[in-house]
């Protein structure tokens, strides 16, 4: 069965923390992803990944970084944590043509900034 | 570049009854579309997908949609529905031989069957 784990489903973090949080997958897809999503925006993308140490801002990059070392592992940092970084983030992976293949979903990472 | 809205935020509906989520896209050039489903407290899963071909998709769980290029929509529908569909359930576009790496995600909408 296809897997894209987030590590860490609900985090609870101070104003001007750093933040990692991690993301694995085990289909050996060459695209990662990285979703915002909040009540009536639906998703928005962060950055996404299309090979090892290659990366690409989304749609709302700022106030985030990313890393990908390993293909099956791709990191969102919050380099300083902010209260309207407050959200639900999603990791995804997919095969190289993601216009025509399904997008994998973990199942979401609840953040909380205070 | 494309866009999607979904023109419901929320549906509520009785168990067994008929249901149709409306989603209309725009985009300049040919588009592939998607539905995908959320159960509380879980990510996405892919509901159904168009590509090419039959208009008409069916999806897992009893779900269909069809496109219809000359409205450019892509309803989503099922005839009679359980407590368990309960759920958000998103439209999404991605443009064809793009590579891809964009799919754009509508708002969702909020799916509620009551007894």
């Known amino acids: 069965d296809v897997k894209v784990t987030q590590s860490s489903r609900y985090l609870v973090k101070r104003t001007g923390e750093k933040v990692f949080l991690e993301c694995v997958q085990d289909?050996?897809?060459?695209?990662m992803f990285w979703y915002r999503q909040d009540p009536g925006l639906g998703l928005r993308l962060i950055y996404f990944s299309y090979d090892v140490k290659m990366k690409e801002k989304g749609d709302i990059p700022e106030g985030y970084s990313v890393s990908r070392e390993k293909k099956e592992r791709f990191s969102l940092i919050l380099e300083s944590a902010s209260t309207n970084q407050t959200s639900m983030y999603l990791c995804?992976?997919?095969?190289?043509?993601?216009?025509?293949?399904?997008?994998?979903f973990g199942e979401g990472s609840w953040l909380t900034v205070v | 570049a494309q866009s999607v809205t979904q023109l419901d935020s929320q549906v509520p509906v009785f168990e067994e009854a008929p249901v149709e989520l409306r989603c209309n896209y725009s985009s300049s050039v040919s588009v592939y579309l998607f539905w995908y489903v959320q159960y509380p407290n879980q990510g996405l899963q892919l509901l159904l997908k168009?590509?090419?071909?039959?208009?008409l998709v069916k999806g897992i769980n009893g779900f269909e949609a069809e496109f219809n290029k000359s409205q450019t929509s892509f309803h989503l529908r099922k005839p009679s529905v359980h407590i368990s569909d309960t759920a958000e359930y998103f439209c999404?576009?991605?443009?064809?031989?793009?590579?891809?790496?964009?799919?754009?995600f509508g708002a969702g909408t909020r799916l509620f069957v009551k007894a």
């Open positions: 168009y590509l090419s071909g039959s208009t």
């Open positions: 995804a992976s997919s095969p190289p043509d993601v216009s025509g293949n399904t997008i994998y």
């Open positions: 999404a576009v991605s443009r064809v031989g793009t590579g891809g790496f964009k799919t754009i």
């Open positions: 289909m050996d897809h060459e695209n």
